[in-house]
């Protein structure tokens, strides 16, 4: 054996003892996070159902469709606000969605050639959901609602008022902005998500299509999203989470009343904004439980909400190598 | 799927119809372009008009009454999202290393799971929840309950991207280290955590940026303050979030200029830390925040 | 099968050696005598579980989850399998170098070098300049690194990076040394560096060395044993084995009549 650096690195030259410490220590601390997550999940839950008790005993399931909010007469239904979220995240889907998908698709078929375009495209968009939503909540207020009611709402108003969707005066401040202020929110969600969708999409279904002489339209119509079908679904649905969490961009456009109506002008609540608005000054016990289970409905539907839309992106990514 | 005929007159038809849904994908990405040239336009200039010195560092003063500033802002948001970092980290970083490294147990795939539901949680949500266990149970608001709240948030981001860049680093790089008799301890930490970090420090960034915008579950728990930070983390505080709603939906001008300016210095950072995280790491995370 | 002829030290050796991935058998029962200080080829078609083989050696394979190991393996007569015996300790004594070069790449060429002893407490300087080269000479790299220890060790050549990993595995003064397959993503004349030092190394340390490449074993190896689907068919002086199979299986495949 050549000279030796003198360095004894087993305790004999033998097969050592077991010793565990260090591994045990580590893995220990980290499993503890990891057990952290799992408690503050349940917390969370148990919490929401335990101050909310006191509303679900006395309303039971009918304060899902009971449709009077009134604190002072402590009577409270969840229907204006349901109604409110579904109808702005609706609205924000069918304005933002496609939109959001034609920005995928540029990127994903159209910007091939010009590559720092495209990025600087994508970033650009990326960058919409930087913007914190009080941001877009300030901004819709200041801009977006006078300009919408000075130039959409009132025309449509007056010309196509006889319309139930368009009946009300234009205020400004109501579905039809949140709606639109929403529908920005979610562009960067649904074409981010899109874009990788379509990326996915092997290239020979494209060739094929060519080659029987398609047009690049007719491509991506005919062999393209067929294929990104349920994964555009998912990605769309992703959108739909999205916005039905969203609290400061809705609170501070939306008007805050709530209504039940078939009238995009008209003022209205969301899920979110009302909790915003009123927990703090909810005065009684009744009122902080009915606020609490509203929180209780918002988080079920988010929840359900995003498994879906796993469940459908994973069905079309599981047979290629990819991650959302 | 029919096959697309080669005859002439169909054929001008169908490159007509290309041209057109061509020209509507176009005009989708400017759609998508504009809101955020005009929404930081606006920013830019409602909110350039009330930069000053003064501005950035002096206290709100009463209505009417000119000098004010919103320096407590800054200075609330900065302590109340480098509470939350220090709870956040920890635990997001160790339950990231946990699933990376020890997928096969149980506890991952359960807690692993139970981190993607709390990264839907809605945000309000978590305010309600943090308003139960720590609002009620001190009876006050507190920057403790604010950064606790912006910690909740933050986990999910920071335990996802540990977990997704340490699964990158290779096997065989933990496998020469436990061949040169390292132990797996050691390895854990001082191979893989050092090959993995700049993903780690991204999403660690990620989140800052995620928890400095956070409004909704300040409302009940930070509550917003006029003064600057007084040295108690139980007593309510001040940030640049809330002070942007609370004085946007005032009734008075001078507020609604100080809601620009304080917007001005949030997109500011915002948009800042996005660009150069997005210069440092390219796309690889741009899909994790977008999803949140 | 019995392990092969007397006249050598015996530094390692497995009697019943058994590893398979969940309900699946790999190796099958080994019994092998690996010679001390002399290079032993491991060989065989795809499959018959060479790698297997020697990351029992080193404990490596038991870390896969649903890994399974049973039998003994004794190093200097001692089971490494004892239920007391510490696989971090065992891992220090034997050295192992890997299919693809993996250098740490947050690593400079220096630390990649002395990872295995400044990972393990070794701070004093003098020690470690020492043993990075006395390392990198045993690895044949010194002369081309010495005046950039500190770049990364991602910055060299796949042939260098071999050798680097070699120098790594060097340095903390392994008794064997595990090579898998460890020229097959390099060139030619990488291939004939490391084929070179290898035979320097063998008066030090113990080399078992598994590979596909018949000519590389006839080159390099003083002793072959040949696997088939998880069991040790023969085991000789390379020489004999080559020119004089006692198996049909081995000669079969010596003539290249199956992968």
Redo the contacts between chains.
């Keep these: 054996m050549e000279e030796s650096s003198g360095i004894q690195l087993t305790s004999a030259k033998g097969i050592g003892r077991r010793r565990r410490g260090g591994d045990q220590i580590l893995k220990g601390l980290v499993a503890s996070a990891a057990i952290a997550v799992v408690i503050l999940l349940l917390a969370l839950g148990a919490e929401l159902i335990i101050h909310s008790s006191l509303s679900l005993i006395t309303f039971g399931p009918s304060f899902l469709i009971g449709t009077t909010w009134d604190p002072v007469h402590q009577i409270f239904g969840a229907l204006p606000f349901l109604f409110g979220t579904i109808l702005t995240s609706i609205l924000a889907l069918l304005i933002g969605l496609p939109i959001g998908l034609g920005v995928a698709i540029f990127l994903a078929e159209k910007a091939k050639g010009r590559r720092m375009f495209g990025y600087t495209l994508g970033t650009l968009v990326e960058l919409l959901a930087a913007v914190p939503s009080v941001i877009y909540g300030l901004w819709g207020l200041f801009f977006l609602s006078p300009i919408l009611r000075t130039y959409v709402e009132t025309p449509l108003h007056n010309y196509l008022g006889i319309l139930p969707i368009f009946a009300s005066a234009p205020f400004g401040l109501d579905f039809f902005t949140a709606g639109v202020i929403l529908a920005i929110m979610i562009i960067p969600t649904v074409s981010a998500v899109s874009r990788d969708i379509l990326n996915a999409v092997p290239n020979s279904q494209r060739e094929a299509m060519y080659s029987l002489g398609g047009t690049h339209w007719e491509v991506i119509r005919k062999a393209v999203l067929p294929y990104a079908r349920s994964g555009i679904f998912g990605a769309t649905i992703l959108g739909l989470g999205r916005a039905v969490g969203e609290t400061m961009a809705v609170t501070m456009v939306i008007g805050n009343t709530p209504r039940i109506t078939a009238s995009l002008f008209s003022g209205g609540y969301t899920l979110a904004a009302v909790i915003a608005n009123e927990f703090t000054e909810a005065s009684y016990p009744l009122y902080t439980a009915a606020l609490v289970e509203i929180g209780l409905i918002l988080f079920g539907l988010a929840l359900t909400i995003n498994l879906l839309a796993r469940l459908l992106i994973w069905r079309m990514t599981r047979n290629t190598r990819f991650r959302v | 799927m029919g096959t697309p005929s080669l005859a002439g007159k169909g054929f001008r038809r169908r490159n007509l119809l290309d041209k057109v849904m061509t020209g509507l994908i176009y005009l989708a990405v400017v759609l998508a372009v504009i809101p955020l040239i005009l929404i930081v336009g606006d920013v830019v200039a409602q909110g350039g008009a009330e930069m000053s010195l003064t501005f950035l560092t002096h206290l709100p003063t009463p209505v009417g009454v000119s000098g004010g500033g919103i320096g407590n802002a800054i200075e609330g948001s900065a302590i109340l999202v480098g509470l939350a970092t220090l709870i956040a980290v920890p635990i997001g970083v160790g339950a990231g290393v946990y699933f990376s490294e020890w997928p096969e147990s149980k506890l991952s795939f359960v807690s692993s799971f139970m981190n993607d539901v709390l990264a839907e949680f809605p945000s309000i949500t978590l305010g309600i929840f943090v308003y139960i266990i720590v609002v009620l149970a001190t009876r006050t608001f507190s920057a403790v309950s604010g950064g606790i709240a912006l910690a909740i948030i933050m986990v999910p981001i920071v335990a996802r991207t540990t977990e997704e860049s340490l699964k990158i680093v290779p096997t065989s790089l933990r496998e020469a280290s436990l061949a040169l008799g390292i132990p797996r301890w050691k390895t854990v930490l001082r191979i893989v955590i050092s090959t993995g970090r700049s993903g780690l420090v991204t999403g660690i960034l990620l989140a800052i940026a995620r928890a400095t915008g956070e409004t909704a579950p300040l409302l009940l728990t930070a509550f917003g303050s006029n003064y600057y930070f007084g040295g108690n983390l139980w007593s309510p505080i001040a940030a640049l979030p809330l002070l942007i709603y609370t004085y946007g939906i005032s009734p008075f001008q001078d507020w609604h200029s100080a809601a620009w300016g304080a917007a001005l210095v949030l997109v500011g950072f915002m948009l800042l830390l996005n660009l150069s995280l997005k210069l440092l790491i390219g796309r690889k995370f741009a899909g994790v925040r977008a999803e949140i | 099968m019995e392990s092969g002829p007397q006249g050598y030290s015996t530094k390692f050796e497995t009697i019943g050696l058994k590893a398979g991935f969940g309900g699946h058998m790999v190796l099958d029962g080994i019994d092998l005598r690996i010679p001390q200080n002399r290079i032993t080829a491991v060989m065989g078609p795809s499959g018959c579980g060479k790698t297997t083989f020697i990351r029992c050696l080193?404990r490596?394979h038991e870390?896969t989850?649903g890994a399974t190991v049973e039998g003994v393996a004794l190093?200097?007569g001692?089971?490494?399998y004892?239920?007391?015996?510490?696989p971090?300790?065992?891992?220090?004594?034997?050295?192992?170098v890997?299919q693809?070069p993996?250098p740490?790449?947050?690593m400079s060429i220096y630390h990649n070098v002395v990872?295995?002893?400044s990972?393990?407490g070794?701070r004093d300087k003098k020690?470690l300049d020492?043993?990075a080269e006395?390392s990198l000479r045993g690895a044949y790299l010194w002369d081309e690194v010495k005046d950039k220890l500190a770049n990364s060790g991602a910055s060299l050549s796949g042939g260098q990076q071999q050798r680097l990993?070699i120098a790594?595995?060097l340095a903390?003064?392994p008794e064997v040394l595990l090579m898998d397959e460890p020229c097959s993503a390099l060139d030619p004349t990488a291939t004939a560096k490391i084929e070179e030092l290898v035979t320097n190394l063998k008066k030090?340390y113990t080399i078992i060395i598994v590979t596909h490449n018949m000519q590389q074993a006839s080159r390099v190896a003083d002793y072959t044993a040949f696997f088939y689907l998880g069991k040790l068919i023969e085991f000789d002086e390379t020489a004999r084995l080559f020119e004089n199979p006692k198996e049909e299986l081995t000669e079969r495949y010596i003539t290249g009549k199956f992968g």
């Design positions: 080193n490596l870390l989850p190093l200097d001692e089971n490494i004892d239920k007391n015996a510490d971090v300790a065992i891992r220090r004594r034997i050295g192992m890997f693809k993996n740490f790449p947050t990872a295995g002893l990972l393990n070794v020690i020492h043993a006395h990993c790594r595995a903390v003064e030090d």
